[in-house]
């Protein structure tokens, strides 16, 4: 009888990393020390990170960053920060190039690939075109809240030059479902 190797945990690319604490954030002295209390040192980044140092940096970030803020809306501004900062690494000016020229449907359709660039191809992700301007996208994600999702889907779909509306449809312990309109 064959031994069955355990699935690996997702692991998160210091691109991504990046992209959120150190271009989207701008951090200060508290968000970097709580950060790498956490278990990343911005000044000595390492290759990626597993899942639960993301997961924990977030929490400092969403803390320290928009305590102010309501979780749902707090969540929604780090997934835009994340995307924004995240377009201005290497990486993410490379994969933002062809956004505007693709079009929004061909972004929605190329989803499963930005995830797994972002260290999240665990993510399953069924996508229902329901007429030219409007998709439901059903994600199997069980770390990130949907509204952080949603903001970074915003600012990738802004970057293919539509106005999005991205609405959190349904939420399960399996993942969520948001419905996706330009």
């Given at each position: ?14 691109s991504v990393f990046e992209g959120l604490f150190i271009r989207g954030l701008e951090p200060h002295g508290a968000l970097t ?150």
């Amino acid at each position: 009888m064959g031994t069955v190797s355990p699935v690996a945990s997702p692991r998160i690319p210091s691109s991504v990393f990046e992209g959120l604490f150190i271009r989207g954030l701008e951090p200060h002295g508290a968000l970097t020390r709580a950060l790498a209390s956490e278990g990343y040192d911005l000044r000595c980044p390492e290759l990626d990170y597993p899942l639960g140092v993301w997961k924990r940096c977030l929490i400092q970030a969403r803390m320290l960053a928009f305590g102010d803020l309501n979780e749902a809306d707090a969540q929604r501004l780090l997934g835009r920060k994340m995307c924004e900062g995240f377009g201005r690494t290497l990486v993410g000016r490379v994969a933002a190039v062809p956004l505007p020229m693709i079009g929004p449907a061909r972004v929605m359709e190329r989803l499963p690939r930005y995830l797994a660039m972002l260290g999240r191809a665990d993510i399953q992700v069924q996508l229902l075109v329901l007429n030219d301007r409007e998709r439901r996208v059903c994600l199997t994600d069980l770390h990130h809240r949907p509204e952080f999702t949603a903001g970074a889907l915003e600012v990738v779909l802004e970057r293919a030059q539509v106005q999005p509306i991205v609405h959190v449809d349904d939420r399960s312990p399996q993942g969520y479902r948001l419905l996706v309109r330009w």
